[in-house]
């Protein structure tokens, strides 16, 4: 399929998710399949102007995971933060630069970016910051510019106002997140205002929040016409996932099993994600090859995909009190491991 410009193997694309989304869970993901696109962490342009030797293991491979679309996130107060940051990344290898127009965290907000944009309208009916940004980040950009944004910084219609700016500002598509800044990851999707944006501009939409497995997607992609689905926490707990999927759409068995979370994988799947994560790290990384971050990464990815094993809150428990690489691999791959699922 294409979105904008950019040629997708697939409608289904990886979120950006602060800590999770590395170059390595990145490669894993697109060596298991099913993604037609990666997303990077959202990384600030104030950061990558003043000091940007610190984003470059946030990029480290970027190359090699086309398409790749890497995210930016800006306050709008200064264009040549915006202008340096983009020079910078003109460097690398990718497909789509991306701008975050509705970040919930904290940090983001009080630094005026991501859902702050979304709060100027809600306040004040003003969007020209959010607008100046997207006009900047074209303006410099040698790749085509996408937006991703949520429904309104409070009401869920306020996103009905903005998303012709976006259009009319030249992005490339549109993912929108189906909650607003101050509902974070509460409550539901609103499919019926998604829909509404998709009928409203002619730039693709991609629908992103709640998609968990075939049936989400299926729901997502019927109830707002959208062009392609966006997922990010259900990966964290099932890598496969956009395999799954795929694999479903294509076939054309009517008794296709998607199978229930609980089955999704097993102890040796895990210890392959987890083994096969782990060798990319150490055969290709330049910044992340230490034992410190391999210990983090492998506890953090065991974590996620042991949920749902019958027994797996304690087994959660016992992995999140390693902090020495070795340990924490010698008891992932022994029959120990095995055992506490049980006990």
């Given amino acids: 399929m294409k979105l904008g410009s950019i040629e997708l193997s697939t409608d289904l694309m990886l979120a950006p998710l602060m ?12 060596d298991l399949g099913g993604v037609g696109m990666v997303v990077t962490p959202m990384v ?11 984003v470059l293991p946030h990029l ?6 086309s398409p790749a679309s890497v995210q930016i996130v800006a306050s709008g107060r200064n264009e040549e933060h915006i202008k340096k940051a983009i020079d910078f990344l003109s460097s690398f290898q990718f497909d789509i630069l991306d701008i975050n127009g509705g970040c919930p965290a904290t940090h983001t907000m009080k630094s005026g970016s991501g859902g702050a944009l979304l709060r100027d ?57 189906g909650r607003t800044v101050k509902q ?4 539901g999707i609103n499919f019926e205002i998604i829909k509404q944006v998709k009928n409203t501009i002619e730039i693709p939409v991609v629908g992103n929040g709640d998609v968990i497995d075939y049936d989400s997607y299926k729901n997502m992609k019927e109830r707002t016409g959208c062009d392609a689905v966006m997922i990010g926490r259900a990966v964290m707990a099932d890598p496969l996932l956009f395999n799954r999927i795929w694999e479903h759409q294509k076939s054309s068995k009517k008794d296709f099993e998607f199978p229930p979370f609980s089955e999704r994988h097993n102890i040796k799947d895990i210890r392959q994600y987890l083994l096969k994560n782990n060798q990319f790290i150490e055969s290709s990384s330049q910044f992340w090859n230490t034992d410190r971050f391999k210990c983090a990464e492998m506890r953090r990815l065991a974590i996620w ?12 428990e016992k992995l999140s009190k390693f902090n020495i690489f070795d340990e924490l691999k010698t008891y992932i791959f022994s029959k120990s491991f095995e055992e506490d699922f049980n006990n």
Avoid: W
């Avoid at 800590?19 to 697109?30: A, E, G, K, M």
């Avoid at 959010?130 to 980040?137: D, G, H, M, N, V």
């Fill in 184 to 187: 974070k990851y509460s409550g």
């Fill in 44 to 54: 600030f342009v104030q950061q990558i102007a003043l000091a940007p030797k610190t």
């Fill in 305 to 316: 995909f042991v949920k749902g094993i019958t027994g797996y809150k304690k087994v959660r």
């Fill in 60 to 65: 480290e491979h970027i190359e090699n995971q």
């Fill in 19 to 30: 800590d999770v989304t590395t170059p390595s869970f990145r490669q894993l993901i697109c």
């Fill in 121 to 177: 309208y809600n306040r004040e009916g003003d969007i020209s910051r959010f607008q100046k940004i997207i006009e900047s980040a074209i303006k410099f950009s040698s790749r085509p510019v996408s937006v991703k944004t949520r429904l309104g910084f409070e009401r869920e219609d306020e996103i009905l106002d903005i998303c012709k700016m976006i259009e009319n500002s030249g992005a490339e598509f549109l993912t929108i997140h």
